[in-house]
């Protein structure tokens, strides 16, 4: 077994002074930290620029919305110069001819319908005077006539009413179907960021329609949203004759803080931090994995296919070249995992990993069983890819099993969300137990998990040592039948008759 | 025990291959063969494509294990020995086309249990020898195949052992280089190790080798010292130089011409006994230049026996 040391220094120290080993070390973790950052970093904190120009269309009788909406917005959400960061801009659609002559006419039934309003007041006025004084000469006469009067005004006035609702609807149809459209033409000339559109009846329905270049604008519409929750919920109370102190009380906003119950513990809770961090390990998992195995793979797959291993297999055994490499290259994951945990030591020590303190999974505890992990599924891995790279000659043919490992142990993070549901749920925790996902599911659960997950870890230790054993017990038997044959890609019962041949 | 160990130190040194036989899928490669390397000689392994030479190799080599039979180094079992009393020189050659030569060697050297200093001067020494010393923190990748067959040769002697396996040690060796291997094979062979190979140069096996042994189908077709299977195969051709000769040699009984040519006249004798009396004849009739007895080369030795015994497999 002296052997085994030799060719575990050998393949250390040329895979640690590689190129590749110093990307995937140092440039492949920062892209994907990056990746999964920066867009949660631009939603949550890109400072705005300058002001944002939001469209108004308010088809409500008050008219009111605008103003409502502006001082609403200014009072929450301010640029550094302490300027609105939105501005409220209502959309008029005065200038359009059918509009304006529509408006002209709808003055003239008005004037009619005031007309006739004032012409019916003044004949109930003179006749509540008939009515009082009742020695005046000719008053039923009078009362008589003035009836007859009140009715013809009161149905002229109906009938102006209905034409005067007719010309309001005709106008608030135009100004929907319009405004729209004018609202449509700056936002795709980029005068607008976006627009509301406010129906009559919104406070009762509580529906406000946005319009955007991009509806995915998930920082404004939010926004928007929430402030407009505000303005209908006040309206709503208003409408119920609550006084306006009383009503500012009640509109006070509530700011919930989050715990999460760690056994007697309690630690402050942010989705963010909770849920990308983990994730974020998960791939770095998969990328030390997956980079020491891949590393293993191909250094394999290179001294077949170039004959190194028959002169490696006349100097030392087989055990002793496949638990070689296989240490070599698991020292080579394991420094990778001991950079990146000095690395994350250093940046929360110093204080840049900004919102450090909700960060409490970054503990020691944690950070043994990540390497626990890393150590379980990279030997396994590791064996599957030695059992691999002994039995494929060609490449291409191993590449593609290669790719679909990498997927099987991908599938945790596809399934992450679950994971953040219910770390503990009967599938999830059945998924753990196969040994391909254990090291991502259980490196996911750990942190998310509201109790301590001892009995899964004593489980799936369990689980991974006996996957472990079996693996490395095939890759050995195949190891010295199959690293000698080239160019003949062996059928699986070649595979299974060498395996029991070689027990 | 100790005492037994030690005596088999001083003792020289014999490889026993004892009816080894080696099955791939239901194909024999390599069936009943059995063969001795004694010290003091170059061993050779003939056999054409496909006789099973790198299986034979392998096995003694401990890389692939025989199915039947065993190998022997001074009666011990060649699983139970260490690997380092063997030096290896595969046919298809095998190196690291990024690593350091000199890192290489190292490592090669350290595998077969030298302290890494002592590898590393033994490394530099060869390189030296090899003229490759100025190459030795180069990538392999940068030598010339001559030269990474050099580095290969070093690796497989580095560690001095004391069964040297060479498969093809000469391909991609220019003539001087193969005359530096040819020393060093010599000095080898005087230090009393023992030296097995296998070559298809069937020259260089003729100048190199004191004892061959053919193989075909995995099977062995003879295993006798040089000298020996050219006598075996001694058909009595000699050359005679001479004007006229032919004419003379056409009109004696027992005399088979086979060929006449610028360098003198071939012939065939039906008893070698005779030599005395057709010298004779030839010199009272014409001036004889030149008198030689042609021995069959191994090259016509080697296409006669395989040929023989592929038709008595076909048969």
């Known amino acids: 077994m002296y052997n085994m040391w030799h060719v575990a220094r050998w393949e250390f120290r040329n895979r640690f002074r590689s190129r590749s080993y110093l990307f995937n070390t140092f440039i492949s973790p920062f892209i994907f930290t990056m990746l999964f950052l920066l867009p949660l970093y631009f939603s949550t904190n890109q400072q705005p620029t300058g002001v944002k120009l939001i469209g108004i269309v308010d088809m409500t009788e008050e008219k009111n919305m605008a103003d409502r909406l502006s001082s609403a917005l200014e009072r929450s959400y301010r640029l550094e110069n302490q300027l609105s960061e939105y501005g409220i801009y209502t959309i008029s659609i005065r200038n359009v001819p059918e509009y304006r002559e529509l408006q002209r006419d709808l003055k003239d039934v008005q004037a009619q319908y005031d007309s006739l309003n004032r012409l019916h007041n003044r004949i109930k006025k003179e006749r509540t005077a008939y009515f009082t004084q009742k020695k ?53 000339s980029r005068v607008l960021s976006a627009y509301l559109v406010f129906s009559p009846d919104f406070v009762k329905s509580g529906r406000v329609e946005y319009h955007a270049r991009e509806t995915n604008d998930l920082l404004d519409s939010e926004r928007l949203e929430k402030t407009l929750q505000r303005l209908i919920v006040h ?90 490499k296989i240490l070599g290259m698991g020292a080579v ?45 990279y030997l396994f891995y590791g ?104 160019g003949k890609k062996p059928t699986w019962t070649e595979v299974l008759y060498w395996i029991r041949r070689s027990a | 025990m100790q005492s037994n160990k030690k005596k088999s130190e001083n003792s020289p040194l014999l490889l026993k291959v004892d009816s080894i036989s080696k099955d791939y899928n239901g194909v024999t490669a390599v069936d009943e063969l059995s063969f001795t390397v004694e010290p003091g000689h170059v061993f050779a392994l003939l056999g ?39 030096g290896y020189l595969p046919e298809e050659r095998g190196l690291y086309p990024h690593a350091r030569v000199l890192d290489m060697l190292i490592y090669f050297g350290v595998l077969n249990g030298m302290a890494r200093r002592t590898a590393e001067i033994e490394a530099i020494r060869f390189l030296d020898r090899f003229g490759l010393v100025d190459y030795s923190d180069h990538p392999l990748h940068y030598l010339s195949k001559g030269m990474q067959q050099k580095v290969q040769f070093i690796a497989a002697l580095l560690h001095k052992p004391d069964v040297l396996i060479l498969d093809e040690p000469f391909t991609g060796l220019d003539p001087i280089n193969q005359i530096a291997l040819r020393e060093i094979l010599e000095e080898y062979k005087k230090e009393g190790k023992l030296i097995l190979l296998s070559t ?27 000298s020996e299977i050219k006598e075996k195969f001694n058909d009595h051709t000699y050359l005679v130089r001479a004007d006229h000769a032919m004419e003379t040699l056409h009109n004696t009984d027992g005399v088979e011409v086979l060929e006449a040519g610028s360098d003198g006249v071939k012939f065939r004798l039906n008893r070698a006994e005779r030599i005395p009396e057709i010298l004779k004849l030839l010199s009272a009739k014409h001036p004889v230049k030149l008198f030689q007895m042609l021995e069959p080369s191994l090259h016509d030795i080697f296409i006669h026996l395989i040929r023989d015994e592929s038709e008595a497999k076909h048969v």
């Open chain 2, 200 to 226: 298809h140069q069937m020259e260089m096996a003729e100048k190199m080798c004191d004892r061959i042994c053919m193989i075909h189908a995995g099977k062995k077709v003879i295993d006798a010292p040089l």
């Open chain 1, 383 to 486: 064996a599957l890819f030695m059992t691999l790279g002994s039995i494929f000659s060609n490449e291409y043919d191993a590449q593609q099993v290669n790719q679909l490992l990498r997927m099987v142990a991908i599938f945790p993070v596809l399934l992450s969300l679950l994971v953040v549901i219910n770390p503990s749920s009967l599938w999830i925790r059945l998924l753990s137990y196969i040994p391909f996902l254990t090291p991502s599911f259980m490196i996911l659960r750990i942190p998310l998990s509201d109790q301590p997950l001892t009995t899964d870890i004593w489980i799936t230790v369990i689980i991974m040592t006996v996957a472990i054993l079996l693996t490395i017990g095939v890759a050995a038997r195949l190891f010295r039948v199959t690293m000698l044959m080239l």
């Open chain 1, 235 to 324: 309206s709503r109370l208003r409408a119920l004759k609550i006084e306006p102190r009383k009503v500012r009380d009640v509109m006070r906003p509530i700011h919930l803080e989050k715990y999460k119950i760690r056994g007697r513990d309690e630690e402050e809770w942010n989705v963010y931090a909770q849920f990308y961090g983990p994730l974020i390990g998960v791939f770095l998992l998969f990328i030390a994995i997956f980079s020491s195995g891949g590393y293993l793979f191909s250094g394999l797959m290179m001294e077949k296919n170039n004959r190194v291993i028959e002169v490696l297999l006349s100097y030392a055994r087989p055990l002793e070249i496949m638990g070689g």
């Open chain 1, 136 to 188: 005046l000469p000719n008053r039923q006469f009078s009362l008589d006539r003035s009836y007859e009067r009140l009715r013809e005004v009161r149905e002229e006035k109906e009938l102006v009413g209905i034409e005067l609702q007719r010309y309001k609807t005709a106008m608030d149809s135009m100004y929907a179907r319009e405004a729209r459209v004018i609202a449509d033409s700056l936002i795709l």
């Open chain 2, 48 to 86: 054409p494509n496909g006789a099973g030479k790198t299986s034979v190799m392998r096995m003694i080599m401990d890389i692939i294990r025989p199915d039947k039979g065993a190998i022997f180094l001074n009666d011990e079992p060649r699983q139970r020995l260490k690997r380092k009393h063997f």
């Open chain 1, 333 to 377: 994951g394991l420094t990778q995992v001991l950079i990146w945990m000095a690395i994350t030591i250093t940046l929360t020590v110093s204080g840049l990993i900004p919102g450090s303190k909700s960060l409490s999974y970054l503990n020691f505890t944690n950070g043994f069983y990540f390497i626990l992990y890393f150590s379980l599924g």
